[in-house]
């Protein structure tokens, strides 16, 4: 089963503008995750908020997390074509992470 | 440094063909997981090593699916009689810890494709 559902499931974008994708969870959370995926690089890790946070930023990404609406989005600032891929939300029912289904984003030259 | 490997990159079986996918984890690393990735779907986990225990296969989808990591480095990852349902892209990922907030390193993945 999967924890998280993001929206869009598929994001078109020219180079340059900022990409947002959103991501609705269902059971309480200690932190929330989003991976990107491409076949370049495989999956990888981007970036972690807890549940205590409310934003966090790490270069051009910026994640927010609202526990009162179990949601979360990524923000992606000034696009470049290397950010093509899909990107996916995941909480953690350790061990374990639990993926949503992803959102795939086109970044257009 | 190495990151996790995976082998092969690629296979394609006949149904009914029996398969062994490796990973090869980043040195040191305690756990190993195992992801099902359906295509147009995010990593759907499989199983879970500590070493050479293993400690949580319930996403296996059935007894036909077999894991091992018997030196507690190296993982095999074995489908029995394969059907057409079991082709997807299969993830390892290792982390360093069996801690809750051990960042998971992700292999490349080894697509399965069944015919």
């Known amino acids: 089963s999967q924890q998280g559902e993001e929206d869009p499931q598929a994001l078109s974008i020219q180079e340059g503008e900022n990409a947002t994708m959103n991501c609705s969870y269902k059971?309480?959370?200690?932190?929330l995750q989003w991976y990107r995926q491409n076949s370049g690089r495989g999956l990888v890790h981007l970036i972690l908020?807890?549940?205590?946070?409310r934003e966090k930023h790490s270069g051009r990404l910026r994640v927010t997390l609202d526990t009162s609406k179990k949601s979360s989005s990524l923000l992606i600032t000034a696009s470049r074509a290397a950010d093509t891929a899909s990107y996916f939300c995941?909480?953690?029912?350790?061990?374990?992470?639990?993926f949503g289904k992803g959102t795939r984003l086109h970044i257009l030259p | 440094g190495a990151g996790v490997s995976q082998s092969p990159r690629y296979k394609v079986a006949k149904r009914g063909q029996d398969v062994a996918l490796r990973c090869d984890p980043i040195?040191?690393?305690?756990?190993l997981f195992w992801y099902q990735q359906a295509l147009g779907q995010g990593p759907e986990f499989l199983t879970y090593?500590?070493?050479?225990?293993?400690?949580?296969k319930s996403g296996l989808p059935s007894d036909r699916f077999f894991a091992e990591r018997p030196e507690g480095s190296v993982s095999t990852l074995k489908i029995q009689r394969t059907q057409q349902e079991d082709s997807a892209v299969y993830l390892c990922?290792?982390?360093?810890?069996?801690?809750?907030?051990?960042?998971?390193?992700f292999g490349p993945g080894t697509r399965l494709t069944v015919l």
């Open positions: 990922a290792s982390s360093l810890g069996p801690g809750t907030y051990n960042e998971q390193f």
């Open positions: 908020i807890r549940s205590n946070e």
């Open positions: 090593f500590q070493n050479e225990a293993q400690l949580d």
């Open positions: 040195s040191g690393h305690v756990s």
């Open positions: 059971t309480s959370i200690n932190n």
């Open positions: 995941a909480t953690l029912s350790a061990p374990k992470i639990i």
